[in-house]
């Protein structure tokens, strides 16, 4: 959809609606009047006439999210929409010419679905003239920080916070997750972390309840887990164990064996609170 946006924005049509259409999100058996519209009386309920998304879109553009979702009778009447660049309205006894630019999009692989028989294989050509293909955020990790400054600030706003940014901790966190659920989950994550947030700085302790499940995945691996990792627990433990006084801190790092000052260090290294 930001895409969409984008594309449309930028184009000579960005004076004209850019529609959106989730094909997923809607009953298939409303889909055709919701895409077309219908005339009155077209059906039981039907008081007046009803223009459907492609009319609204006209002279602009016309987002169909979910495309691999549509069924094949709703597919023939696209088909047919790009061919004659006109659209029939539900119970309508005449066509009605239309100027859209269409983009489509899906998550599922449609030269698969047209194997199986699901989707057709002309309106798949017709519409795959320029195809875009957007990375998951598992392959464009560079932009997690450019997009978590935009989220700290948007929620900083909504829920009237101060929060300047991340730990290197807690960055790092972020950079080493595989985020199944792309740019959504990304922002959910700051959105609840924002909002639960007590001090100006995201630190590792608070996201890390939201990768459980990542981190649980790991230690199944025969319970291995990286070196860094194995210390920051242990230098965690030992400070609840001692505390976090200067004689706590001291006992700890005799039993950890290393240095006072070592300890310090991995402290600030691990951003441990």
């Given at each position: 959809?930001?895409?969409?946006?984008?594309?449309h924005?930028e184009s000579?049509?960005?004076?004209?609606?850019?529609?959106?259409?989730n094909?997923?999100?809607i009953?298939?058996?409303?889909?055709?009047?919701?895409?077309?519209?219908?005339?009155?009386?077209?059906?039981?309920?039907?008081?007046?006439?009803?223009?459907?998304?492609?009319?609204?879109?006209n002279?602009?553009?016309?987002?169909?999210?979910?495309?691999?979702?549509?069924s094949?009778?709703?597919?023939a009447k696209?088909?047919?929409?790009?061919q004659?660049?006109?659209?029939?309205?539900?119970?309508?006894t005449?066509?009605?010419?239309?100027?859209?630019?269409i983009?489509?999009?899906?998550?599922?692989?449609?030269?698969?679905?047209?194997?199986?028989?699901r989707?057709?294989?002309?309106?798949?050509?017709?519409?795959?003239?320029?195809?875009?293909?957007?990375?998951?955020?598992?392959e464009?990790?560079?932009?997690?920080t450019?997009?978590?400054?935009?989220?700290?600030?948007?929620?900083?706003?909504?829920?009237?916070?101060?929060v300047?940014?991340?730990?290197d901790?807690a960055?790092?966190l972020?950079?080493?997750y595989?985020?199944?659920?792309?740019?959504?989950?990304?922002?959910?994550?700051?959105?609840?972390t924002?909002?639960?947030?007590?001090?100006?700085?995201?630190t590792?302790?608070?996201l890390l309840?939201?990768?459980?499940?990542?981190?649980?995945?790991?230690?199944?691996?025969?319970?291995?887990l990286?070196?860094?990792?194995?210390?920051?627990?242990?230098?965690?433990?030992a400070l609840?164990?001692y505390g976090?006084s200067?004689?706590?801190k001291?006992?700890?790092?005799?039993?950890?064996?290393?240095?006072?000052?070592?300890?310090y260090?991995?402290i600030k290294?691990y951003d441990?609170?």
């Amino acid at each position: 959809e930001l895409f969409a946006n984008a594309l449309h924005g930028e184009s000579p049509r960005s004076s004209k609606p850019l529609i959106k259409v989730n094909c997923a999100a809607i009953p298939e058996n409303l889909l055709e009047s919701e895409l077309f519209g219908y005339e009155a009386g077209a059906f039981t309920g039907a008081g007046k006439l009803k223009l459907g998304k492609f009319e609204l879109a006209n002279g602009g553009t016309i987002l169909l999210d979910e495309i691999g979702d549509m069924s094949p009778m709703l597919q023939a009447k696209l088909l047919r929409v790009i061919q004659e660049q006109e659209i029939e309205r539900v119970g309508g006894t005449h066509p009605v010419k239309i100027d859209v630019r269409i983009i489509s999009a899906t998550n599922q692989d449609l030269l698969k679905l047209i194997r199986s028989g699901r989707f057709r294989e002309d309106l798949y050509f017709r519409l795959n003239v320029i195809n875009v293909h957007i990375p998951p955020l598992r392959e464009r990790k560079e932009d997690i920080t450019a997009l978590a400054k935009i989220y700290i600030n948007r929620f900083n706003r909504k829920f009237y916070k101060n929060v300047k940014g991340l730990t290197d901790r807690a960055q790092e966190l972020l950079l080493s997750y595989e985020w199944p659920g792309n740019v959504r989950e990304l922002k959910n994550i700051f959105e609840r972390t924002i909002l639960m947030a007590e001090s100006e700085w995201i630190t590792e302790d608070l996201l890390l309840p939201y990768f459980n499940r990542s981190r649980k995945g790991t230690e199944d691996l025969g319970g291995i887990l990286p070196i860094a990792e194995m210390e920051r627990r242990m230098i965690k433990k030992a400070l609840k164990k001692y505390g976090v006084s200067v004689e706590g801190k001291q006992k700890a790092a005799k039993t950890l064996q290393i240095s006072l000052a070592t300890l310090y260090n991995k402290i600030k290294r691990y951003d441990i609170r």
